[in-house]
């Protein structure tokens, strides 16, 4: 039961700290029109935080390696950029969040298509999932749940 009570309340934590976030950060990208510089300040004071926390020993400092450092650089970049063109879309006055995130969903479906089918071609076929060892349904399945939660969770915004 302890843990259910837990993950409520960092479920609950994550809302509202979601809520406070969005609410702060349009008010203040619609007075200080600079989204770079909101964002720049955003990871610096995010960076500060997991240095504390590294340094009291809140969190396990990682040891990380060259060659892992050079697997998570295009994680970083994109979720930089995708941090920053969030925040570029959220100074301006034209689309509630809503919106603005049904938008971007279907304006990434038609980028990501070409690419998906250039890299790696279609390997979403039953026979594909099926010849690679795994249970087509669960994957299926599986998959539906993500994307659907994904997609409930951007409309939280």
Request: proline share 3%.
């Amino acid at each position: 039961m302890t843990k259910v009570l837990e993950l409520g309340l960092l479920f609950a934590m994550w809302y509202l700290f979601n809520i406070y976030f969005n609410i702060y950060n349009k008010q203040v990208l619609k007075a200080l029109h600079a989204p770079m510089t909101v964002t720049l300040v955003q990871f610096a004071v995010g960076s500060v935080l997991i240095t504390f926390m590294w340094a009291l020993n809140l969190y396990k400092r990682p040891k990380i390696s060259a060659a892992q450092l050079a697997a998570i650089l295009p994680l970083a970049v994109v979720h930089t950029l995708g941090n920053l063109f969030t925040n570029m879309s959220l100074g301006k006055d034209s689309l509630d969040n809503i919106t603005l995130f049904s938008i971007i969903t279907l304006m990434s479906l038609f980028l990501m298509a070409p690419v998906t089918f250039f890299s790696e071609g279609i390997k979403f076929t039953p026979s594909y999932i099926q010849s690679a060892g795994v249970n087509v349904q669960q994957i299926y399945t599986k998959s539906l749940i993500a994307a659907l939660c994904f997609h409930a969770y951007q409309q939280q915004r």
